[in-house]
């Protein structure tokens, strides 16, 4: 079950920079809302180390949580109504009732949206009539549309306090929640695969996680000694909901899936197939043999839709119905082949990356031969990524480049793409020199880059996963 806690540090676990963070944000509340809040929650952020775009498609990845995370401080209030504020000012205050409210498949959606989506799920799997109204402020030190998930974050922690207001103590069951939330945040008009709800309940400190779906299956991922991991933010913005390229990616996924289950006559119809796992596991393959398949059944030139009608043998009107999602219905042209070559490549990049991090060589301080391996497989990903599945970006690749040649192992693009963020497996002992050599070359040369350094690069470890601190108000479970 998500831990509940009686005191801000025994939240923080560890950080005294969260601690510090909660302590001002229930000072704030008061301030706000003229009361103390009767608790906070709190889910972390994610950086993923491998495994781009492939929980969607049924296959496993290998996030780790983040220090940075999301608060939010709440008290019951009087009247069946949500108020939700923030502390940073230019996210705008809203209000809405606790049961009946909208979330709209806006294209740039608003900040309190993501809470909604939270709040949503649990009212639909609890089946709440009556939901109790909740005063909500909210504090995030994920830097947004960055590729950390704040936007996952936000779901995660708003289910996590209509679970906790409405004492709903069945639904603390960290994996229940987890797909609860990646079902949740669909709401909204992503069509993500489960990955950052997953790594934001089933985070603990220290470990990374193999995660794979349906159902949710964790398992520990040894990392090597003698190596961090640091991030940097390329400070190009990207909301993947706001992005039509994530659901088109989740489309052409799902076309190429179709017309391999139809050109190679698939016993249960090609209709019934969603994902590349699930034509895999229907041809009953091992992944290794799957970039034949690919070469085999789809050329390498964009499709049109008109040639996937005739493919599948149906309309322009039964494709949309069948395989488009809302976002991408207008869709005309589809990179098939590029997009099922990266998802299967990565897939066995992710299984290879556990395989090796978790060979008894891992765990020896000072040989780095085992880190050198795993950088490979991060380099590779991201060319893949860059390349065939066309999510990065040029400042992106760029920012990659000097990683690399600062001397990371490996680097890679993390998260959605399209901006955001880099992750790269640097040797210990090189630590500082690499921080300061990639914030010479990247941010310092920009006055608005160097402006957003303090929060832009930073090395971390793996942190823990959702957690609730109860002051002790009377709500406790």
Not at 144 to 156: D, F, H, T, W
Request: hydrophobic share 40%; with cysteine; proline share 4%.
């Amino acid at each position: 079950a998500v831990p509940v806690f009686t005191d801000i540090t025994a939240l923080s676990q560890g950080s005294i920079y969260n601690r510090s963070r909660y302590e001002q944000l229930a000072l704030k509340f008061e301030a706000k809302y003229g009361k103390r809040p009767a608790f906070v929650a709190r889910a972390p952020g994610r950086v993923n180390i491998i495994g781009e775009h492939i929980d969607y498609c049924g296959y496993g990845v290998l996030p780790m949580a983040i220090e940075q995370d999301v608060a939010i401080a709440c008290a019951l209030s009087d009247t069946p109504t949500i108020r939700f504020s923030n502390v940073e000012p230019s996210y705008p205050d809203y209000s809405c009732p606790a049961k009946d409210f909208a979330i709209g498949k806006e294209t740039k959606p608003q900040w309190y949206l993501y809470l909604l989506c939270g709040h949503k799920g649990i009212l639909e799997e609890a089946r709440l009539e009556n939901p109790r109204g909740i005063d909500l402020l909210v504090d995030g030190s994920i830097p947004p549309s960055s590729g950390l998930s704040s936007s996952s974050a936000l779901v995660c922690c708003a289910a996590l306090v209509t679970v906790y207001a409405n004492k709903l103590d069945g639904l603390l069951d960290k994996k229940r929640l987890a797909e609860l939330c990646a079902h949740a945040e669909q709401y909204i008009g992503t069509e993500g695969g489960g990955m950052d709800q997953a790594i934001s309940f089933l985070a603990e400190p220290g470990k990374a996680k193999m995660i794979e779906f349906n159902p949710i299956r964790p398992s520990d991922v040894s990392l090597p000694a003698g190596t961090q991991f640091v991030i940097s933010n390329c400070l190009v913005e990207a909301n993947k909901a706001a992005f039509a390229a994530f659901n088109e990616r989740v489309t052409e996924c799902r076309l190429a899936a179709q017309v391999i289950s139809k050109k190679s006559g698939l016993a249960c119809g090609w209709k019934k197939v969603r994902t590349l796992r699930a034509l895999q596991d229907g041809l009953g393959l091992q992944l290794t043999a799957m970039p034949g398949v690919v070469e085999q059944y789809l050329h390498q030139h964009s499709y049109t839709r008109e040639e996937v009608c005739q493919i599948l043998e149906v309309t322009s009107e039964e494709l949309e119905k069948e395989s488009l999602n809302v976002v991408a219905k207008d869709m005309q042209s589809f990179k098939l082949h590029m997009r099922a070559m990266h998802v299967f490549g990565e897939a066995g990049r992710v299984s290879a990356f556990k395989d090796k991090a978790n060979s008894t060589a891992a765990g020896g301080s000072g040989d780095l031969s085992v880190a050198v391996e795993l950088g490979r497989l991060m380099n590779e990903s991201h060319y893949s990524c860059s390349k065939l599945y066309e999510c990065s970006c040029d400042e992106l690749d760029q920012l990659v480049q000097l990683c690399v040649g600062a001397g990371a192992l490996g680097s890679r693009l993390t998260g959605a793409g399209w901006g955001g963020c880099a992750v790269s497996l640097v040797a210990e002992g090189n630590v500082e020199g690499f921080v300061s050599k990639v914030s010479r070359e990247y941010y310092e040369s920009d006055p608005m880059r160097q402006g957003k350094l303090a929060t832009s690069l930073f090395a971390t470890r793996p942190g823990p996963g959702a957690a609730i601190c109860d002051f002790g108000s009377g709500i406790r479970l």
